[in-house]
């Protein structure tokens, strides 16, 4: 796919999205290992987390990793998530996956800082959340 053009949030430059690591926090097994098959497939480096806790106690996020989190799961979801990295001071990009976007869309101070990926979704709709979240579209 088409690489997103480079930007830069401070001091950090982001370059194209082909260069980017892939963090992936979903509670479905199947969803994570599938997206980490395709991800893999797609040349990115990617790690996974199977809960918003496990994620915000053991994340170590680099400059250049973009956050794919589901929208819907126990505990800390992933609105919680987004405004735990805010409150963080990290704004790596982010991919929000959901099945219902209306809770993320109401929240518009977290729907602004996050790219919105509907459920169930193709390898040509994850590239292209990836290269929007990568050029610092919403």
């Known amino acids: 796919f088409a690489a997103a053009q480079g930007f830069r949030i401070g001091d950090v430059n982001y370059g194209?999205?082909?260069?980017?690591?892939?963090?992936?926090?979903?509670?479905d097994p199947t969803v994570r290992d599938s997206l980490s098959l395709?991800?893999?497939?797609?040349?990115?480096?990617?790690?996974?987390?199977?809960?918003?806790?496990?994620?915000?106690?053991?994340?170590?996020?680099?400059p250049r990793d973009i956050v794919l989190v589901d929208m819907i799961m126990p505990g800390e979801d992933g609105l919680a998530v987004i405004r735990a990295l805010r409150d963080k001071n990290l704004f790596n990009p982010v991919i929000l996956m959901t099945g219902d976007s209306g809770p993320a869309l109401?929240?518009?101070?977290?729907?602004?800082?996050?790219?919105?990926?509907?459920?169930?979704?193709?390898?040509?709709s994850l590239q292209k959340a990836i290269s929007k979240a990568a050029s610092g579209e919403r």
């Open 38 to 62: 395709l991800l893999t497939f797609l040349s990115y480096q990617t790690r996974a987390w199977p809960s918003g806790e496990q994620f915000l106690a053991e994340q170590s996020l680099g």
């Open 106 to 124: 109401a929240n518009k101070n977290i729907a602004d800082h996050c790219t919105l990926l509907s459920k169930p979704f193709s390898k040509d």
């Open 16 to 27: 194209d999205a082909a260069q980017w690591n892939d963090t992936r926090i979903d509670d």
